[in-house]
């Protein structure tokens, strides 16, 4: 998101504006000398211009936000880490460790996704009540925000909240967070299922997950992740003729670099992936894990489906650039 922080601009201004207000409005002139430093931080004279001039300037950001600077504000009223991989870490370790060392952890690790619902469902009653805390600061000075501004948000956290009913609806709504070109609350744009254990109790398939993407230039896509008996992740890659295969595996190999983990392909290509150039459709995901949620494997699959969609907007571009110069 451009400029709007939340904890910054409730740390800076909100807390400090009613802090002056409670020692300065009732007892205080404003036309008063200011108290000693000792006994009050900042004169409110002083404080309210750069107070009112944030307002302005949140509420004109606010009136602008695109999707992804949307979902920025959502996770920061939500307190939940900028990106996926440190939430994962979070969940898993909980512990300081080097990047390498976290990433084995949590590709030996299993999720509790009970615990990923109590926290969404507790910081969604306290991202409201900042959410409403910040339209009192704004009725306070005389402004007021138009309610799309704000709607978005409170319909946004109320979809959160919502989604703590069941482990399906939990994870999706939070992989949703980390994909902020999906709208979170289209059912259509995402699909995700939780393979459920079998009759012997076994599980349908162990430590997997298996994403479709329907992109808007190549087809469909499909990727199944797997772990490997060496501390590695094998991707099995189905595509199109047309996709960029190459393209992919650079970008999945530099994330596995990242994280000091080997990640090898098997390709495949198939002509019913094929579609006619001309045909258009919206990015759709389809994703299916093993019940035993593997963390790893879930940042993997973050990261296959942001590449993806990196590698399908380019062309777009390409497209665009093309049609220009005819």
Avoid: C
């Amino acid at each position: 998101m451009s400029n709007i922080n939340w904890g910054q601009f409730q740390n800076s201004f909100i807390g400090g504006f009613n802090s002056a207000s409670a020692n300065n409005v009732q007892n205080t002139p404003l036309n008063a000398n200011p108290m000693p430093m000792q006994q009050q931080s900042t004169p409110l004279e002083v404080l309210l211009p750069n107070y009112i001039a944030q307002l302005k300037q949140t509420t004109n950001e606010l009136a602008t936000l695109n999707q992804q600077q949307t979902m920025n504000m959502l996770k920061d009223l939500l307190q939940f880490p900028k990106h996926f991989e440190q939430l994962l870490s979070q969940l898993t370790t909980n512990q300081q460790q080097s990047v390498s060392q976290t990433a084995l952890l949590m590709l030996a690790s299993n999720m509790n996704l009970g615990d990923l619902a109590l926290l969404l469902q507790n910081n969604s009653k306290e991202a409201m009540t900042k959410l409403y805390q910040m339209l009192a600061q704004f009725n306070q000075v005389g402004m007021a925000l138009k309610d799309e501004q704000v709607n978005e948000l409170s319909k946004l956290i109320s979809f959160v909240a919502a989604s703590t009913t069941n482990d399906v609806q939990t994870l999706k709504a939070t992989i949703l967070m980390y994909l902020p070109w999906l709208p979170l609350t289209d059912p259509n744009a995402f699909k995700l299922e939780i393979a459920s254990a079998g009759s012997d109790g076994s599980e349908k398939s162990d430590d997997s997950i298996t994403i479709l993407i329907a992109t808007e230039n190549y087809g469909n896509l499909q990727a199944e992740i797997y772990k490997t008996d060496k501390d590695g992740i094998r991707i099995e890659l189905i595509t199109s003729e047309t996709f960029p295969q190459k393209e992919i595996i650079d970008l999945m190999q530099e994330e596995g670099r990242k994280y000091n983990i080997n990640i090898n392909f098997d390709l495949y290509q198939k002509d019913v992936f094929n579609k006619d150039k001309n045909e258009k459709s919206e990015t759709q995901v389809y994703m299916n894990t093993s019940s035993g949620i593997n963390p790893f494997l879930l940042l993997i699959s973050n990261a296959i489906i942001k590449n993806v969609h990196i590698i399908d907007s380019k062309e777009n571009l390409r497209e665009q650039r093309k049609e220009k110069l005819e």
